[in-house]
Nanobody, 121 residues
C-alpha cells in the first residue's frame, strides 16, 4: 500500500491550498483516509478524516469551517481543501489510511511521505 501526498507550498495568510493524496496497492473501499500535520517541535496532530465512501467526515476543531476533505474514487485519491489559511497552519501534512476512524496517529496503518505547507503572515 502506498500513499503519495502533494500540493503543499508557500501561501500568504488568508490564502488557500488543495492537498492531494494518491493511493495505490489495495482496495480502499473499507478504509478511512485521514490528514495529519506536524509542526516543528510539536507532535503530529489530527486534521481531518473521511470514510472512503464519503459517508462520514471528521475535522479537528482548529480547522473546522476552513477545511474540506473529499475523495475521488475513480482516481483513488483523497483531497484536503484548505481555505483562510493562518500562520499556525504551517506544518508538514501527511495523509494516512486505516481500517477505523481515530484521531490518534497510531491507529493508522499506512502513511504518505508528507508535503510542506508554509503560511506567511
Amino acid at each position: 500500500v502506498q500513499l503519495q501526498a502533494s500540493g503543499g507550498g508557500l501561501v500568504q495568510a488568508g490564502g488557500s491550498l488543495r492537498l492531494s493524496c494518491a493511493a495505490s496497492g489495495d482496495t480502499f473501499s473499507t478504509y478511512v483516509l485521514a490528514w495529519f500535520r506536524q509542526a516543528p517541535g510539536k507532535e503530529r496532530e489530527f486534521v481531518a478524516a473521511i470514510y472512503w465512501d464519503a459517508a462520514n467526515t471528521r475535522y479537528a476543531d482548529s480547522v473546522k469551517g476552513r477545511c474540506t476533505v473529499s475523495t475521488d474514487n475513480a482516481k483513488n485519491s483523497v483531497y484536503l481543501q484548505m481555505n483562510s489559511l493562518k500562520p499556525e497552519d504551517t506544518a508538514v501534512y501527511y495523509c494516512a489510511a486505516g481500517r477505523y476512524y481515530s484521531g490518534a496517529s497510531s491507529q493508522y496503518d499506512y502513511w504518505g511521505q508528507g508535503t510542506q505547507v508554509t503560511v506567511s503572515s
